[in-house]
């Protein structure tokens, strides 16, 4: 295997220069495959899909849930808390399998356009492996929970299709990235705690175990792609992420799961969209993301302000920061 040289790239922003230190590749890519090796795992056998639930435990910490600290959860006894963070956890699983497949799609595509016979190609077809593993294990989860999957909008959904056929690498990563870390950060909150039920919280341990590698190559690549743009293109890639990244908070939670607790979806999804807590909460998801785009640059220009009004990001910029 060839190593090339490690280089940085410096980035033109109008909050000043950022640094980038661009690794190899194939050095990155042959570490993530060694990682995969070791600590992959198949959610088949290696849980137990035969333990009860018990009626009285949450599927995520109540902070999480969409209503918490709104007058419409105080309304709610607690079976109906528990019932609701129940669907809530099935529609979030419901999104990730639609991410991840056309996750899927993008690293299919990467692959093909890369060395064939390189470990970089290699791993993304690993981490396909294991997305395709993720989704199965996402799908028999909402099963065990005795739900359905709920579909995206309509939308969305159009939109996802017309997504999954155009290769374009800069947003394909910087959108795994907004999915995939905002859910992993939730998740990194839900398995340690012990009021959770013990299925949800052993899914949740496999998927942050294995998404932690998949973030890992995301980064890298996205720094490598943003070092090549022109502060033009780097800046409009900038502004499109925005729209879809704010509809990501909007989307998690489909209004059957208020519908399901007896409440009108309308009234209920405007109550959590207004809800300081939960605006805190994605804010917070957001956070480690967003300090990563501000990194490469992809806070640049007028982004940071749209950024801004969504109310995800609430950091100062770079230039103001101690």
Known sequence: MVVAAPRTAVIRCLDGDHTLELKDREVVAERLLQTSRRHSFDPETDLDWDQPLDPDLFCMPPTLVSLYETPLWERLDHRRRVELSRHE?????????????????????????????????????????????????????????????????????????????????????????????????????????????????????????????????????????????????????????????????????HPSCYRAVGLDPAVARRVALKSPHRRATMAWAFQRTLGFFDEIGLLDGPARAIWHRTGLLTSPSRSSRP
């Open 89 to 253: 956890m099935a529609s979030i699983l419901s999104y990730g399998i639609y991410v991840e497949l056309l996750l899927m799609q993008g690293l299919a595509m990467h692959a093909y356009r890369r060395r064939v016979d390189s470990r970089h190609a290699a791993y993304a077809l690993t981490e396909i492996a294991d997305e395709c593993r993720h989704s199965i294990m996402f799908g028999r989860l909402i099963n065990k929970l005795g739900l359905r999957a709920v579909r995206l909008p309509a939308p969305m959904f159009q939109a996802g299709k017309l997504a999954g056929g155009l290769y374009v690498p800069v947003q394909k990563f910087a959108m795994t990235l907004v999915v995939e870390e905002t859910l992993d950060t939730m998740q990194r909150a839900l398995f340690p705690d012990e009021s959770i039920q013990p299925v949800v919280r052993e899914v949740t341990r496999i998927h942050v175990i294995e998404e932690a590698r998949h973030i890992r190559y995301a980064r890298e690549e996205l720094k490598h792609l943003v070092a090549d743009l022109s502060p033009t293109r780097r800046r409009a890639y900038a502004l499109s992420l925005t729209p879809a990244a704010a509809e990501l908070s909007r989307a998690l939670i």
